[in-house]
């Protein structure tokens, strides 16, 4: 069994920052990629952030240059930095990871979610 564990969202006002963390635990054997995805009330989840084990990253053009993603492969961490945050970037984040159990199943496992509302 595999877990994925968001924490730090929250409420911020327009222009600051926040910084998310996802921690990933259980039966693992190695992790592939891992990212960041939102969905905002009434939209698809989109992709925000994702980074290889080689620590190549990719981003949505809506966040880049304000978001940074980063990852701590000996303990199975991927953070995002956010910031300046605007209202449009309200929406529930989510932790994901493609990973390699240790039964050697691939599986692409999926946080709970954290809430992040920019608002004045």
């Known amino acids: 069994q595999v877990q994925l564990v968001e924490s730090g969202g929250g409420l911020v006002q327009p222009g600051g920052s926040l910084r998310l963390s996802c921690a990933a635990s259980?039966?693992?054997?190695?992790?592939?990629?891992m990212g960041w995805y939102r969905q905002a009330p009434g939209k698809q989840r989109e992709l925000v952030a994702t980074?290889?084990?080689?620590?190549?990253?990719n981003y949505a053009d809506s966040v880049k240059g304000r978001f940074t993603i980063s990852r701590d492969n000996a303990k199975n961490t991927v953070n995002l930095q956010m910031n300046s945050l605007k209202p449009e970037d309200t929406a529930v984040y989510y932790c994901?990871?493609?990973?390699?159990?240790?039964?050697?199943?691939?599986?692409?496992?999926w946080g709970q979610g954290t809430q992040v509302t920019v608002s004045s």
């Open positions: 980074i290889t084990s080689g620590g190549s990253t």
């Open positions: 994901n990871a493609d990973l390699i159990t240790v039964t050697m199943d691939q599986l692409r496992s």
């Open positions: 259980g039966s693992i054997f190695s992790i592939n990629a």
